[in-house]
């Protein structure tokens, strides 16, 4: 009966078998197909990774030509203050000898109308 008892629990389990294949199969094929999804679902994603990285490459390159402009105006503000600036010890020191003269003959001119 030993032999007997092996073929019965030998086809009980041939029997669950070919009962669990069908669901087995079609698990199977669910995967498959998930993970082909999942392939074309990390394949886009990449792309667009890829475009991204693209766009933040040249918005930084934007932002450094922004900079450069900006520098270039700040620089050019910068040189016209320096040009509205009055320097009156700068002024006096280039032009003092007209002012010399110029209050020279101012002091003559009131003098001849102006005695003391």
């Known amino acids: 009966m030993e032999v007997a008892d092996k073929v019965s629990e030998l086809e009980n389990r041939v029997t669950a078998l070919e009962v669990s294949k069908p669901y087995m199969e079609k698990i199977l094929e669910e995967v498959v197909t998930s993970n082909k999804e999942l392939s074309k679902a990390i394949g886009s994603l990449q792309k667009f990774i890829g475009d991204m990285n693209a766009k933040i490459d040249n918005q930084g390159q934007k932002i450094e030509d922004l900079s ?4 270039s105006v700040d620089k050019k503000i910068n040189i016209v ?3 509205g600036k009055f320097d009156m010890i700068d002024w006096l020191k280039k032009n003092w000898p007209w002012i010399l003269i110029v209050l020279g003959f101012g002091g003559h001119y009131v003098s001849q ?4």
């Open 68 to 71: 450069a402009h900006i520098d």
């Open 81 to 83: 203050e320096e040009k």
């Open 113 to 116: 109308y102006v005695k003391i």
